[in-house]
């Protein structure tokens, strides 16, 4: 008898449970056409591996590219899926690699006049912060609301292949005709923030 003591350590055995989530680099065997091959878990996992959602808790006036400041996870009746996105002075790094969809909600008012635009729009770079574009915007009109206030809401979304962790990022930019225009946060509910899901491999 050839016990599992007396066998090399590439022989798969199953004498150890994994215990855990695969990695993306962990090995699994297959038939291909009668010939037995290796294959890493990263080629066949399916489902989403990544969601993570993010909101300015506080309102403030006027532009800015990127918002810097004042965001936290959301975490009312909510969590995240993975390890989670990273958060500095507004800009967003990815845990992983992949096609991510990224989505940004904004709420704007103004209590002065109607006729001005808001401006949302989801900012990336693949060079670390090198070179910024803007991959998707919403642009809306502020209208009469309650209490002679005025409001608008923005929403986009876009695909983003980040390819590399530690290069590609994302943000968020606002901009309005009227410097006066508040964008609202708040720390209970998402009025203006960003999600981020990995919906699969590159």
Known sequence: VVSNAKLA?????????????PADTDEFLVSDAGVLKRMDYSYIKGGITG????????????????????????????????????????????????????????????????SHYCGLYIRTTINDGGAWSGIASSTQGI??????????NAFC??????????????SLQVDHQDNDTVNYGNTNQSLTGMSFIRLGST
């Open 9 to 21: 350590q590439d022989i798969i055995s199953a004498d150890t449970a994994l215990g855990a989530t």
């Open 51 to 114: 969601a993570d959602e993010w909101r300015i808790t506080s309102s403030f006036s006027g532009d800015a590219a990127p918002i810097a400041s004042n965001w936290e996870r959301s975490d009312v009746h909510s969590s995240y899926i993975g390890t989670g996105m990273t958060e500095s002075s507004g800009v967003f790094t990815f845990p992983e690699t992949g096609i991510w969809l990224i989505q940004a909600i904004g709420a704007f008012g103004n209590n002065t006049t109607h």
């Open 143 to 152: 209208y009469r609301g309650d209490s002679n206030n005025y409001y608008a």
């Open 157 to 170: 979304s876009a695909l983003f292949d980040v390819t590399s962790t530690a290069n590609c990022k994302a």
